[in-house]
Every structure is written in C-alpha cells, then in structure tokens.
C-alpha cells in the first residue's frame, strides 16, 4: 500500500469515528475517560514493557540522557497520565455550549453553538504522556485523534492509545468508534505530509515540539495548522515601575523554570531607570547563575561595576534578541520609553507573552493595545500563560497564531462552532 | 524589483499600518469612513472614467455581457457602495470588545478581548465594489487590507482604493496609515503566490469567487486562508413534514434567487412521502422552469406522469451530487429517513447551509446535530445564511471552513484575539 493510501485508511477511519464521537454524551465521554486511565494503571506493566523497548532503541540510536529521560515512563508518570484522564472527565463539556443566541425579526431563532472539529492530527516530539494528554482532550471535545509522536517514542505511544481505546469500547460497547484514537503507524517521514495532504478527511493540524518541527509541518501541510511556536517572551521595566515588584516579577519571569515557553528571554529596562535598576537585577540574576546579554548602553552600565563576572556578562548580537534559549540566559536591552519597548517586541518577539511592570496607566494601557502578542500583563509575570493557570484545566498547546485559537488551548479551544437555524416556515422574501 | 520584492514592499507597508489602525479610536474610524462615502459620490465622474478603461479593455477581452454588466459602475453603483460604506460606519466595533473575563484566585484579572487581525489579503474576482466593501469592512476591524481584484477591473479597483485613502488622509491626517487600504498594483499571476509566501507580514487571505480560483489560492498559500467554497445547499422533506410548508422553502430554496450560494441545489425526498410530495413539487418547479436530476426512484415517480415535461426531468448522474448550479436545475433524490439525508449531505454538500422540514422533534435534533455545515436550519430556507439576515450587518462573505470563522462573515468575524492580564505584581509559585 502507498504511503498515500496507508494514510488515507487511517484518515478515513478518523473521519467515521469522528461522526460517532459527536454523537456521544457527556456522561458517556466522562465514563469513557475514567475507564481509560484505569485501564492505564491497571496495563502499567505492559505499558512499562513496551516503554523498554523504546528505550533500548532510544540508548542504541544514543540519545541524550536527557532524553532518555523524558521517553521513560514508570509507575508516576503512568499515574500521572491517569491524573490527567480523569481531570478531563471533570472538566465540563463544551460541545454543545450556546455562544451566541438572537431570533430574528422574521421569528427565525438562530444558535450558535460549539461542536467538534472533527479529525485533529497532533505531532510532537519524544514525551510518550502527551499521547494520553492530546488524546484525551479531543476526545472529550468530540474530535478523532490521529497522532503521530517521536519515531523513538512508537511502542510506548501505541501501547497507551491501544490501552485506551480498549478500555473505551469496554466501558461503551458498540457506541465507542473504533477510529477514535490512532498513532500512526510507520515512522517513515513521508507520512505526515501524505496526512496532511488529505484535506477531505483532515481539519486541522497541531503539531507540538521544537520550531523546526513546527515550520517542517506548517510548510508542507494542506490542512489548517495551528502553530504553537517559540515563546521569545519580555518584560519591560517602566520608568513608573516598582522596582522592587519589577526585581520580582523579571526573577519569577526568568528563572522560576526557564526551561518553558512562558519564560523570559529578554529584559527591557527605560533609560531612566536603567543606571538603578539594572546593576540591582544583574546582581540577583547573577546570583542564580543567570548569563546576560547586554545592549551597548546596558553593558556600560553593568561592565563599570567592580563585583561583575565577566564570563556572565556578553555583549548581545542580532540574533539573539529572536532567540529561545530555554535556558540561564537573558538579553538585557535599555530603552527609551513604552515605545520603544513595544517596538521591540513587535519585531523581535514571538506574539506569546509579555509583560510591563509600571505604576503608570497610561503607559500601560499603550503596552496591553500595542503589544501584538496572545497575552500581555500589567504588573504580573509572563509565566501565567498556561491553562491551568487561565482557569481552563488541561490545555493542548499555547497557540501563537492570530486565526482559530490563540494563547493557551483548551476544551473550549478544541471546538468549532455552527449556526442553527430553528424556524416555523420562514422563507426569504 | 523582484516579485517578491514588489509583494514585501506592499506587505509590509500593511503591516506597519495596522499598527497604526489599531490606535485609532471608533470615531475616528467611522468619520474616515463617513468621507470615504462621500468623497465616492464626490468623485464619481472620475470614477467612472477609470472604470471606461476597463470596460473598452473587457470588450477588448472578449467578455461576455453578464460579466461588464458585471464590472460596469454607474451612479447607482457608486451610492451603492457609499451606502455601504456608511453602513459599515452605523456598525457597532467590534475591537475591544471584552469576549471573556475572570479573575483568579491570585488576584490576577484576565481579559480576553477581540483585536484587529493585522493584515488582511482580499483576493476576488470582477466586481469592482467588492473593493468599498471589503475595504470598509477590514478598515473598521482595523485591519489593514491588500486587495487583489479581477485583471479587467485593476483601473477601478485602484481608483477607488485611493479615494478612499485620500478621504481617510483628509479626515484624520497623518492618525490615518497611509498602506491602510493598498490594491496589488500588477496584473501578474505570480504576485499572489509571492504576496501569500509572506507569512511574517501578512495574517489571512480570504478568496473569494469561483471554486477554482479559491482552491488555487489556497493550495499556494503559506498564510492562513479563509475558504468560501460552493454552497452545495440541501433541503431535506421528511415524512413527518407539513407538506405545504415544505413546498414554500423548497420553492424559496431553488428559484428566489437561484445564482447565489445559499440557494439550494438538492432536493432528498423521504421515501415514506415521495409519492405524494413529488408530483406535485415537481408541478410548481417545473412552472418556474426548473430542470430536475433524479435519482432512479424519483425519476420512476415523475416519469410516470402525463403531464411531465420530458425535457425537463433527466437522470442525476454522479457528479451532479456534488455540483452547484447557480442555475435553474434542481437534483432531487428519495431517501430512506432522516439518516440517510444526513449520509447524503456530508457525503456530497459542501458544509454551507442544509434544512430539514419536519414536524418530528427526534428527526430534527438528529439532523441538527449531524449534519456537519455551517448553517443548519430546522423548518427553514437555506437562504437565510447571510450577514444582513442573521442581523451581522455587513460580511465580507460566508465561510465553509472549521477553523477561524463559520458560515456568514461581519465584523466580529474579522477580529481574533488577545488575553490581558491585570495584576498588582502576580508571579507565579
């Protein structure tokens, strides 16, 4: 079978599943999920052994521990995926929700309401719990999965959807669709995009992972692809700022877990400020291991002091200022004024999050209008993107795209919507 | 100047103006498009002029009658779209608008407000006041637009974009971007796929036009777009339907006006009634001079009649499922119950707008929710899916796609998204 036609079956088995999966009610899904991640407690020896085998490939391929790691799962990790499952069975259904609701004068009444997607492809990359954690939102959302995780990661992946469609038909019989949740079966590059060239069958895309990644799916996809890329996050220390709060909120912003999207990688200090706050924030970011790369002004400002560690103090070039580096490593720039922050941040930045630290409304105000990303703060940190913290549950993703869904994504960011039309006759004169 | 150089220059003076758009406050949006309005009417001999080059270039052409009446502006057309235009202005804005608001435990308020898109492509075909139109709609949203009109109409297009611009600079001076409203200035066919390769400049397209030109533009877009396929629109007539209520929205359906995409183009029949519903529907469409395509059932009940017009029934073949006439031909098939209409509809519609007639509650919560387009109505006109009807005011046309916007456009439909965060130094545990 061509690569286009082993897609095409799995594509085709989605888009049935994905009719019987609208027509599933909450209790149904709800009932389905609790059985899934007992089902994943209960198959933890299984699913431990087919992780073993990944891993062996994982260390002879040699990647990194730090990989390894990442591919294993264990008794916690399976629990925690278990945790997962059954907090989205808690979370309320958003299928069905009413967004808009009018009767016309004609009396026609229009609703518009949320509904599945339909079928939803998710590529990411090595962690094998983002299979249950992607699975289960669509399903609870009424979407068919086709995932396609790391090709190191494929026995743990198959093994946890398997588990978990398995305990779907047990708990649903004939009214769980088969097709539901499907891992693409071959580890062949070509088969993504074969998948998503299939726009008859699939509508939408998420793929998940570093910004190659993203990029390689986003050129080669025909489907809609929402993109979820890197987080080149800011934080811009106004004249009117606390200081103390600006020293708090760039910490938290940088150091809390930079290893994260959220995380900052660029402080932007206004020059009138910068000569007392900027040797304060260095001495505490130092302090956490924090390397900075400093504009010509910022550098001045920090090389004439005594107590700096030159090997933590370089001058920025070009690239970095668009750069993640998910690590100890901030960019420090002096500017002049809200504009100029903004300015920046348009250009450089990557539309996720950024935050102003002032007293100041005015400026405040320009900064949450002008900044173009998916969230903007006022006197808080960058690292509140996230759907636990917005107050939505789980989340798939942190979209950094203007079309569909933007910043984090959850149930309700997993649905489309459509009108009805609730008429007694009506016809258009 | 490369094609791509010629597209980054327009795209990027887009950008920068959207920033500029998206300072402008309601009213100084709407005074802009209060003299834009009159400035049209104002300029309307001129107009007229331009539009003379491209009706001598048409015949020159060789197109056909219906498409320079098609391309023609005369004074009714140009109030026309002043009309439009101040139309557009009476509309609430959409920008800003608080779409979702909480508050966490922390303290920190979270507001999720509608903002412009950025960048917004507008590709189309002959009629050159789609230009007012789009123009308008994308400048209240705040969005800056490149429009790309018909080759036949570039004089048109391009006069009226820069009277309008000239109205906006003379309104609100230099608050008014000058690369707000920009037409491609090139007839060259390479210039969509360079202007659509610009993904860091340009956030949506929308085609708008014939099924090929909009599959085209979507097959070479790098940008997110925004499809408005064919409207293959079906009116299903259940067995518990109140025949003569069924007979008025399938006669409204087909022949009110039979060109647009709402119309309908499927008749399904419910086998249970098919004996008595289609002699007599067939009567009324037949005295409209509506040509029916029938399935072998239908065709067997028709063509039994004296009084058929022989020339006027023929037997559906395959492909007629699946076509939008525009035209006075109507496919009519019988179908076994409500589900097999709703196999048939999103086997061979087009997801734009459906209808069952029924007295039965079950049936038609089940095509409700089954039938997977845009619009579904339950004992009305498919007509009905429209900006103006659904009381949007204004669209910019009516979406078949899942993600972004679903069926009818307006103003709301032209805006994404961002989150803002308040808080009073919030970082994160």
Redesign the interface.
């Known amino acids: 079978m061509s690569m286009v036609d082993q897609m095409t079956k799995l594509a085709c088995g989605a888009k049935a599943a994905s009719?019987g999966l609208?027509?599933l009610s909450s209790e149904e899904k709800n009932r389905a999920l609790f059985a899934m991640a007992d089902a994943l407690v209960n198959r933890a020896p299984q699913l431990k052994e087919a992780n073993a085998k990944d891993m062996a490939t994982g260390a002879q391929m040699g990647l990194s521990s730090a990989m390894l790691d990442r591919l294993k799962l264990d008794d916690k990790r399976i629990a925690a995926m278990a945790k997962g499952l059954r907090e989205v069975a808690a979370l309320p259904d958003p299928v069905g929700r009413v967004l808009d609701e009018?009767t016309?004068p004609n009396g026609?009444r229009?609703r518009k309401i949320a509904?599945p997607?339909?079928v939803v492809v998710i590529i990411y990359e090595s962690r094998p719990n983002v299979t249950a954690d992607a699975a289960s939102l669509c399903f609870k959302t009424g979407n068919a999965t086709i995932l396609r995780g790391g090709k190191e990661a494929l026995h743990s992946n198959t093994d946890i959807a398997e588990t978990m469609v398995a305990a779907g038909r047990a708990a649903l019989g004939e009214r769980f669709p088969a097709h539901a949740i499907q891992v693409v079966n071959t580890t062949d590059r070509e088969a993504i995009p074969a998948l998503l060239s299939l726009t008859q069958y699939v509508?939408?895309c998420m793929p998940r992972g570093g910004e190659g990644l993203i990029r390689a799916v986003?050129?080669c996809s025909?489907v809609?692809v929402?993109k979820h890329y890197k987080g080149v996050c800011h934080v811009f220390v106004d004249r009117a700022a606390?200081l103390a709060?600006a020293e708090?909120?760039v910490?938290?912003?940088k150091v809390?877990r930079p290893a994260v999207c959220n995380a900052a990688e660029t402080l932007l200090v206004d020059a009138a400020v910068a000569t007392q706050f900027l040797p304060a924030i260095a001495a505490k970011l130092w302090n956490k291991g924090v390397e900075l790369r400093a504009d010509p002004a910022t550098f001045t400002v920090l090389n004439a002091k005594l107590e700096t560690p030159k090997s933590k103090l370089k001058a920025a070039v070009e690239s970095d200022w668009s750069t993640e580096y998910n690590d100890y490593i901030l960019n420090v720039r002096t500017v002049d004024g809200v504009a100029a922050a903004i300015a920046h941040i348009?250009h450089y930045g990557s539309a996720h999050s950024d935050?102003i630290v002032t007293a100041d409304e005015t400026a405040a105000t320009r900064f949450?209008?002008?900044v173009?990303?998916?969230?903007?703060?006022?006197?808080?940190?960058t690292?509140?993107?996230d759907g636990g913290?917005?107050?939505m549950g789980a989340e798939i993703g942190i979209s950094t795209?203007?079309?569909?869904a933007?910043?984090p994504m959850g149930l309700d960011e997993l649905c489309?919507?459509?009108?009805?039309?609730?008429?007694?006759?009506?016809?258009?004169g």
Chains 1, 2 share one sequence.
Request: overall charge positive.
């Open positions: 009719r609208s027509q009018r016309r026609l229009l509904t997607i339909g509508d939408l986003a050129e025909k809609p929402i606390d709060m708090q909120i910490m938290n912003a809390q348009n935050a949450l209008a002008e173009e990303s998916a969230a903007v703060y006022w006197n808080a940190s690292r509140f993107t913290e917005f107050g795209d203007k079309i569909g933007r910043g489309t919507y459509k009108w009805l039309g609730y008429g007694t006759g009506q016809v258009r």
